[in-house]
């Protein structure tokens, strides 16, 4: 039986105030949580049981899947403490199904929007006779990641901290987040305190000799983390430049048949409009997530943003980069700076925020 473990159990606390009451890979992400678009994945890739290693709200993703009836055997590992990645893979080993002579395991990061072939990833386990497999992306500035050097043959060198300097950028491989474990390396892993799976097990294993490869490819990867990585994650699934089983044709625009979008409005870049969502006329939405019963009033411009359920945008507003909370009102002719982020149920009166020139970074505000 193929399995995996989706780690899940974060707080999520780069994108508040979206996720004050909802964890992250419960957000609404192209139509679906997040988390359907990776489950699609798995049972893609031929997974019959899958792990949650939950701990922030962990009874929310019971309740997603309470009426899920795919063939697929969902289970849950909760936390009562944070365990850190590795303590968190461990948590949720014990809940596997399989024997030592199953295939390995693969685990997946909750919040990394990959287009990676996981059963190429799966076959490149067993080609390599691994203990370890990690995807490896590269990017043009590994200075922000760990970096994952690898012989000729594929096999990791070594893991090195974020590097401070161009001289230590030996690499632009950096971990992407999803991993093929043998099953024999998750019972090697400290039980029942916080383990960190990239600080501590991996090194342990090159140190020790232990066969950690790495699977190098250019496909499509973010780290949904932020809250323009995570618009932007979103919209590239509605275009088609990143792919989901749950996405069934590339398009400008994901409108849900409940909502009402006025003639003369303009919605594009992959933006997502939720259900019951009123968009009035001459309204601007552009590569933006606006949720379910968002009122937004004619005139308002909103881009690169999120606007979280039962909030409403007044009239010839204009958002930039703005994460607006649900419940929350802003009202007509505000200009809101870049970075902006407005807690669940803050009113904004008309005309109350004005921005001339470029905005810096602000706070959320409450």
């Known amino acids: 039986m193929q399995e995996a473990i989706i780690l899940v159990g974060g707080k999520g606390t780069r994108l508040r105030p979206l996720t004050n009451h909802t964890p992250k890979p419960l957000l609404n992400v192209a139509g679906s949580s997040f988390i359907r678009h990776q489950i699609a994945k798995l049972m893609d890739a031929g997974v019959e049981h899958v792990v949650f290693a939950t701990s922030y709200l962990a009874s929310l993703f019971e309740e997603e899947f309470k009426d899920f009836s795919r063939d697929l055997r969902i289970s849950y590992a909760v936390e009562d403490v ?80 974020k590097p401070k300097t161009a001289e230590e950028c030996v690499t632009d491989q950096i971990n992407a987040g999803c991993y093929v474990f043998g099953r024999s390396v998750l019972e090697t892993i400290p039980a029942d305190r916080e383990v960190s799976v990239e600080q501590e097990i991996f090194p342990q294993l090159v140190a020790q000799g232990r066969r950690v490869f790495g699977h190098t490819t250019d496909d499509y990867w973010r780290d949904l983390g932020t809250p323009l990585a995570f618009v932007h994650g979103s919209a590239d699934l509605v275009t088609g430049k990143a792919t989901s089983p749950l996405v069934e044709r590339p398009a400008e625009a994901l409108i849900h048949p409940t909502a009402s979008v006025d003639p003369t409005a303009l919605v594009t870049g992959g933006s997502t409009i939720g259900p019951h969502a009123v968009i009035g006329p001459h309204v601007v939405v552009d590569r933006s997530i606006i949720g379910a019963n968002v009122t937004v009033s004619e005139g308002a411009r909103i881009r690169e943003s999120v606007v979280d359920h039962d ?26 700076p870049a970075q902006l982020r407005l807690s669940c149920g803050i009113r904004i009166p008309a005309q109350g925020v004005r921005v001339s020139g470029t905005a810096a970074a602000c706070p959320t505000v409450h």
């Open 82 to 161: 944070p365990l850190g990645t590795g303590g968190a893979i461990r948590n949720a080993a014990r809940l596997l199904s399989g024997g030592p002579a199953d295939p390995p395991v693969l685990i997946l990061n909750g919040d990394i929007l990959s287009g990676v072939d996981l059963r190429a990833l799966l076959a490149r386990h067993e080609e390599k006779d691994a203990d370890v497999t990690l995807y490896l992306t590269r990017v043009a500035d590994p200075r922000a990641f760990g970096l994952v050097p690898t012989d000729e043959d594929g096999r990791v060198l070594s893991f090195l901290e």
């Open 311 to 336: 909030s409403s945008i007044g009239s010839e507003s204009f958002l930039h980069e703005v994460v607006v909370g649900c419940h929350a009102h802003i009202g007509a002719q505000n200009e809101l």
